[in-house]
């Protein structure tokens, strides 16, 4: 189906989120750090789910190298962090999930991400 990265320093949610997507079909690459994430290639994903506080690179800085090197793939945030959805809009990310992770939900933002990724292209 599609090609999703996943980034999160945490194994649990990690292996949730792998479990979740690669059960409806998906391919999943993971990596716990954004410096991982971008020798990853992330420009040949379809979807990116990312979590904002990780060690070595976190987030953030990961979504500005990502634009900073042209690469458009939909970005999902996934946080504990309160004001995870005012972090979503600033860093023009597709959407967002809030940690501890609704596996219905990601699927849903997933699909989502997806359908608009098929729609632009």
Known sequence: MSRILVLDDDADTLEILTCVLE???HTVTTATNGRDGLEARPESYDAIILDLQMPEMNGWEFTRR????SI?????????????????????AFGYV???VATNHVLHVVTQALTSK????
């Not at 990502?66 to 090197?69: G, N, S």
């Not at 098929?118 to 292209?121: E, I, T």
């Open 23 to 25: 059960a409806s079909g």
């Open 72 to 92: 458009e793939v939909p970005v999902i945030l996934v946080s504990g962090d309160h004001d995870v959805e005012r972090a979503a809009a600033e860093l023009s």
């Open 66 to 69: 990502l634009k900073a090197l």
């Open 98 to 100: 809030s940690k501890p």
């Open 118 to 121: 098929r729609s632009a292209n």
